[in-house]
């Protein structure tokens, strides 16, 4: 079975800064996707960023980007210039693509605090 | 507004109870998760329906069950609940038929068992 493992339980940036969150997973599959989750004090859950196994490019949305290490199995989230608003918790995802199944398995979560 | 709708917001009930959680999908989507999320087991995933069939099962008790509607909501019903049962119960919705959809999540039910 898939496993997902944030290391970071907590972790802290300056406001403008930029800060890294870890992500590993575990699998035997060639082919799945990968996802970062963040949910606000309001306890949304909110797609912030998507990643294809197979393609080699690092997925960027804004401010929020990826190094996506297949070999290594490793899928970090990277936040720049953070905003207050990006105050939340923040959830690492594997989806497979086989076996007729589309769930998703999270990885316990990195709180994130931004410091004015 | 996520598209996808969680009722009620909150509950309370005693132990031994029974509730109904419902969820209506984000129009168009045919795939419903449910997802527990509690404080040591962080989210876990309860089960799957796509077009009113079960699909996946994953940590689902027994005391639990769910089913899809012909309009596509699901309920998840909660039986002879325990102290443990406490958490927050997430449904979330994805078209299906692509591959590399996330899923919409709801805002979740709150669920305090006393």
């Known amino acids: 079975a898939q496993t997902v493992t944030q290391s970071q339980p907590e972790m802290s940036v300056q406001e403008a800064e930029t800060v890294t969150l870890s992500c590993t997973y575990d699998?035997?599959?060639?082919?799945?996707?990968l996802f970062w989750y963040k949910q606000p004090p309001s306890r949304q859950m909110i797609l912030v960023i998507r990643q294809e196994a197979y393609k080699q490019q690092n997925a960027t949305e804004n401010r929020f980007s990826v190094n996506f290490q297949k070999a290594a199995k490793s899928f970090s989230l990277k936040i720049s210039d953070s905003q207050l608003g990006d105050a939340a918790m923040y959830f690492c995802?594997?989806?497979?693509?086989?076996?007729?199944?589309?769930?998703?398995?999270f990885g316990k979560g990195t709180k994130l605090t931004v410091n004015p | 507004d996520s598209g996808v709708t969680q009722t009620p917001k909150h509950l309370i009930t005693a132990t031994g109870q029974r509730v109904t959680l419902r969820c209506s999908p984000r129009s168009g989507d045919l795939s419903v998760y449910w997802y527990q999320q509690s404080l040591d087991q962080g989210l876990q995933f309860l089960i799957q329906y796509y077009n009113g069939e079960e699909r996946a099962k994953g940590n689902i008790l027994e005391r639990f069950s769910a089913q899809q509607f012909p309009d596509l909501h699901s309920e998840l019903n909660l039986s002879s609940l325990e102290l443990g049962d406490s958490a927050l119960y997430f449904c979330?919705?994805?078209?299906?038929?692509?591959?590399?959809?996330?899923?919409?999540f709801g805002s979740g039910t709150r669920l305090t068992v006393v």
């Open positions: 995802a594997y989806k497979s693509t086989q076996g007729g199944s589309e769930k998703l398995v």
């Open positions: 699998t035997s599959e060639s082919d799945y996707y």
């Open positions: 979330a919705s994805s078209p299906d038929t692509g591959r590399d959809y996330g899923y919409t």
